[in-house]
């Protein structure tokens, strides 16, 4: 367990309006990762962060961006929401350095309505 | 490329032996992970493969062939709270992780 929160854990909005999620960790991680996890198709990668404000786009980041202003946070904005985005939504972090393993958090449940 | 193959759903009795196949195709594979994830909850690390041959971990183990691009998890003295999906996941030179869809692992009486 590498201390990671996610908040909030469920939320409900409409098509068109912004959504922030939250991942925050006290492990002191390099790499930081958002996933989204669909039926029949397992976790998919977003955005990761290498760093302090580092940021790469993942395999699905069409739709979404992301902002890392201090190691501990991680944020994932979906900059207008659309129903294709309701989905399970996990952040991870790794040491990177050490070993690969990735450590998830509780998940965030999305539903754009 | 990359793709991550492994069965859908698997169904085994308790107390039984179930082998979870993998195979996969990944650019600049660097290590093979399973991962357990329950209904409802986030995944959590069963095991890490670097080196081709079989790691045992308790009631579980895991089995990397590199040059065959395959893997297996293998979950013996099978218990009820064992029902779980289970993620065969690639990592590649850069550390990037590439999941699998998961096969359902369901456990019976």
């Known amino acids: 367990d590498a201390g990671i929160t996610q908040s909030p854990r469920h939320k409900v909005t409409e098509t068109g309006t912004p959504v922030t999620l939250r991942c925050h960790q006290t492990e002191n991680h390099r790499y930081m990762y958002w996933y989204r996890q669909d039926p029949g198709h397992g976790l998919r990668l977003i955005h990761y962060s290498y760093g302090v404000k580092d940021t790469d786009k993942g395999e699905v980041s069409d739709g979404y961006s992301v902002s890392r202003s201090k190691t501990e946070d991680f944020l994932l904005t979906l900059e207008s929401a659309t129903s294709s985005q309701t989905s399970v939504y996990f952040c991870?972090?790794?040491?990177?350095?050490?070993?690969?393993?990735?450590?998830f958090g509780p998940g965030t449940r999305l539903t754009v309505t | 490329g990359q793709n991550i193959d492994q069965p859908t759903e698997m169904t085994a009795t308790e107390g039984a032996i179930v082998q979870i196949n993998c195979t996969y195709q990944?650019?600049?594979?660097?290590?093979l992970f399973w991962y357990q994830q329950h209904a409802g909850e986030a995944p959590t690390f069963l095991s890490y493969n670097v080196l081709d041959g079989l790691e045992e971990k308790g009631r579980f183990s895991s089995f990397l062939s590199r040059s065959k691009g395959y893997s297996y998890l293998l979950l013996k003295e099978l218990q009820m709270k064992d029902s779980a999906s289970y993620l065969c996941t690639s990592t590649d030179s850069w550390g990037k992780l590439q999941f699998g869809a998961g096969t359902q692992v369901v456990v019976t009486p």
């Open positions: 990944t650019s600049g594979f660097n290590g």
């Open positions: 991870a972090t790794t040491h990177g350095t050490t070993s690969y393993e990735q450590y």
